[in-house]
């Protein structure tokens, strides 16, 4: 009985943080992402090759959660947009309180869009709302085409599927129509991109779905280039 | 303050029945091993790659963990060996609770090797003692060198770790000697075998492991073959 007393009101504390985290996301118009996955599929890879292409003056800003290590929030830096690294010090999942956190030092109304790459665990963070507007799930095409009926959870309850490495197609038994079945029998509504960061294919629309989803039709780079992943200086 | 007695009572009835496993696996001479890895790193694939080479009078058994779907003890049944799919329906891990409610209907007797495949999570299952008397944390060269430094609980607790998919080496950017000097940076003592179930690449070296681990030096195959898995039935 205690158990389930003390789950409940954790449960409840995230829930509240996450509904002010959302409120003040809206108010200062800010699009919100969660990005989840296995450790691996390509989540910091994604935001670079993102990043790489969006311009100087736009206001995007990165939180990237880690048990352990700051490598990701160093990866990321080298694109020029503000970035924090959240090591949860062998917790599983982000929190809203970390997010809390971490927006702190954060004028909100300096951020347009905020990324938040999750832990990689393909489990529990799907249960921590973080406020955000959408969760994102990727899944690489190295991992196996039956994970989203493995894990309905994430699967369910993400907006968008982006299938990464698919560059890789040729070297794998990976059977991606099968792999969308099986995402639409879990949700039937989720959105779904296939993107190789490695070769630039799907980031064009990568970034339609990202412009749509703030809202405006205004491309988010000047110039789209091909995506690929370099060592870019802002 | 309750938080906390409540998380410290759980984590002792896990320990003591972890404990009692322990005991009964040394008693009936049986040698456990608890397979951990991040979702599609490749524990069923090695598993089936491992049962396929296996004399039909072998005393083997599986239990394979997964939050949905009996899929993986589906794939391993084909091999002819006695095999329990553990549904947790959400929970992220495998107990020993769970281990002993599997075990209740097999003679102990009648096993020599039992294979646990907890859920695909690099995370949680780290925490959990099921009685084994090694964890085998797997990486596949598709996740990127860093793992052990971000996830640094089940690389220290392992005792061997195995690199699996190193035929897709030619294809991403994954370096195995940073890889290996992470794992060892976490922990020293720990070993490493390089695995490749589509070519057969590092079987015989896996079980080598095998045989010294059971204490003799039987090889366990009386022909050992490449090691590919095949739709092969006892």
């Known amino acids: 009985m205690t158990v ?26 800010i699009l919100c992402l969660n990005f989840i996955s296995a450790p691996g ?6 935001l670079e090759s993102t990043l790489a292409v ?9 939180l990237t ?33 970390m997010i809390l956190r971490a927006l702190e030092p954060w004028p909100l109304e300096n951020i347009d869009i905020l990324f938040i790459e999750n832990v990689g665990n393909l489990v529990c963070p799907s249960s921590y709302d973080l406020g955000e507007q959408a969760k994102i799930v990727l899944l690489s095409v190295t991992e196996g085409e039956d994970k ?7 699967f369910h309850k993400a907006a968008l599927l982006i299938l990464t490495k698919v560059d890789l197609l040729p070297y794998v038994p990976f059977d991606i129509e099968a792999a969308k079945a099986n995402a ?18 799907g980031m064009d629309e990568w970034r339609a779905w990202l ?13 789209i280039n091909t995506g690929v992943v370099a060592d870019k200086q802002h």
């Open 41 to 46: 599929s390509g989540k910091t890879t994604l």
């Open 184 to 201: 639409r029998q879990v949700n039937p509504a989720i959105e779904i991109l296939e993107v190789s960061c490695a070769t630039g294919k």
């Open 4 to 29: 389930v007393r003390v789950e409940q009101k954790v449960l409840n504390e995230n829930q509240r943080i996450a509904l002010d985290l959302r409120r003040r996301f809206e108010e200062n118009d």
């Open 211 to 223: 412009d749509e989803r703030r809202g405006n039709r205004r491309p988010i780079a000047a110039a």
């Open 148 to 154: 989203p009926l493995k894990y309905p959870s994430i």
């Open 65 to 97: 959660g880690d048990l352990q290590t700051e490598n990701d929030a160093r990866r990321i830096a080298r694109y020029g947009f503000p970035v924090q690294q959240i090591v949860t010090g062998g917790v599983c999942h982000l929190d809203g309180k």
């Open 54 to 62: 969006f311009r100087p003056e736009e206001k995007v800003a990165v």
